[in-house]
């Protein structure tokens, strides 16, 4: 039997496997890993969320199917929380679709909204299920740069007027996975006018809503008066609460296009387990200190993070926002690319990171550090970095690929 499937074909190589391989092997033969490269939240989900759990789980009826758009009052709550942060009004029944995560709805709404051969405008680098999902569904992806400038609206320009056939979407995604870069409500008002202009969809991923580090917290983009018309937003309780593994999140927003994705759902899934529904709609509706707490750990590991990597000759510019960094390989090691790089580190420091390719071509000469370790082995990450790199001044003729060389 052929392995040679239609949609198999269209996706690259996961970049990031070759990497795992790598570090497998080093656990494997004993070696202590420093894991700075998935994002995968490492502190305990909040107390009351977890009772919550226990509490609902064996009740009556809990463990029939479960509503997959989201139980009524997870809906409620998640509008209740865009009132209260972004003084948003949404109606749970019409513009909030409960998720298996933010990933599983992005690619779900790409299902939903996309035909054989339509372009769509993402962000590179970006997170791979902005091009992946669309890719996976027919469509063709056209890039647009991260950062949120002049550059950004040049390039939406010349994708409308050249591209055949027009974009039928925009991607966002800020605070950005994985490049810590933020946008501000100004930036989203251009992109509505520029959407609404140019009759595109505007989807964002706003997923590190509330891991900001300074006093701006991130915007919605559906603050911008008129956004509902052509917005749908992404979010996920798995960095904000964290909750990764529990696989829920949402995407609100313009009613015929939460139509269109509840519909594609209703089809795939029964939505999450009812107790987990449950306890996140306790998340919520409860207390949030939890959130302020998260973000100090974070923002600490973060300073922990510039700082010792600094001291270390691997210079990271601080993020204001998101749990990663995105720092450009030091010069000696840069041609060989960020996947070898990645490697290295395992190799030679104990050391793993994502390599920035992994997120798009334009990303391979940063790696992206995921702040998941606490402080203490975040140091001692620095110290072995440092000692590779006092090191390979005389062997990095040993380490270096020859094909990278060249």
């Not at 989900?45 to 009772?51: G, K, L, N, S, T």
């Not at 269109?260 to 998340?283: E, F, H, N, W």
């Not at 922990?304 to 993020?319: C, D, K, Q």
């Not at 990303?363 to 370790?373: L, P």
């Amino acid at each position: 039997m052929t392995t040679d499937f239609h949609r198999i074909r269209r996706l690259p190589p996961y970049v990031f496997e070759q990497v795992n391989r790598v570090k497998a092997a080093a656990r494997n033969a004993g070696a202590d890993i420093v894991d700075l490269g998935m994002g995968n939240p490492d502190l305990d989900a909040p107390a009351h969320v977890i009772e919550k759990l226990k509490e609902t789980i064996g009740k009556p009826r809990t463990d029939r199917y479960s509503a997959s758009k989201g139980i009524p009052g997870l809906r409620r709550a998640q509008a209740n929380y865009y009132e209260r942060r972004f003084g948003v009004k949404l109606d749970p029944d019409k513009h909030v679709v409960a998720t298996l995560g933010s990933k599983e709805g992005f690619a779900n709404m790409a299902q939903a909204i996309t035909a054989p051969g339509d372009v769509i405008l993402t962000p590179n680098p970006s997170y791979p299920i902005h091009a992946f999902g669309f890719l996976m569904a027919g469509g063709v992806i056209r890039s647009v740069p991260v950062e949120p400038g002049p550059e950004f609206f040049h390039a939406m320009e010349r994708a409308v007027q050249h591209s055949i056939p027009k974009p039928i979407a925009v991607v966002l995604c800020y605070p950005s996975n994985p490049t810590a870069c933020v946008a501000d409500l100004e930036f989203y008002k251009d992109v509505v006018a520029f959407a609404k202009k140019n009759d595109l969809i505007v989807l964002s991923d706003l997923a590190y809503a509330e891991l900001y580090f300074d006093d701006t917290p991130p915007p919605s983009v559906l603050q911008v008066p008129g956004a509902m018309d052509v917005t749908v937003e992404f979010t996920s309780m798995s960095k904000t609460y964290s909750m990764a593994g529990w696989r829920m999140g949402f995407a609100v927003g313009n009613e015929r296009l939460i139509a269109a994705l509840s519909r594609v759902k209703s089809y795939l899934d029964y939505g999450a387990y009812t107790p987990i529904q449950v306890a996140a709609t306790a998340a919520l509706n409860g207390p949030q200190e939890c959130i302020a707490e998260m973000r100090e750990t974070y923002k600490k590991r973060r300073d922990a993070l510039v700082e010792s990597f600094g001291r270390a000759g691997f210079p990271v510019p601080s993020p204001r926002a998101s749990m990663f960094a995105w720092a450009p390989i030091p010069e000696p090691f840069r041609a060989m690319g960020s996947v070898e790089f990645a490697k290295l580190l395992i190799e030679k420091a104990d050391v793993a990171v994502a390599p920035g390719v992994g997120f798009g071509e334009h990303g391979d000469d940063f790696v992206r550090i995921a702040v998941v370790e606490n402080e203490q082995r975040i140091r001692q990450a620095a110290r072995n970095i440092r000692r590779f790199f006092e090191q390979a001044g005389t062997t990095l003729h040993n380490v270096v690929p020859l094909s990278a060389a060249r």
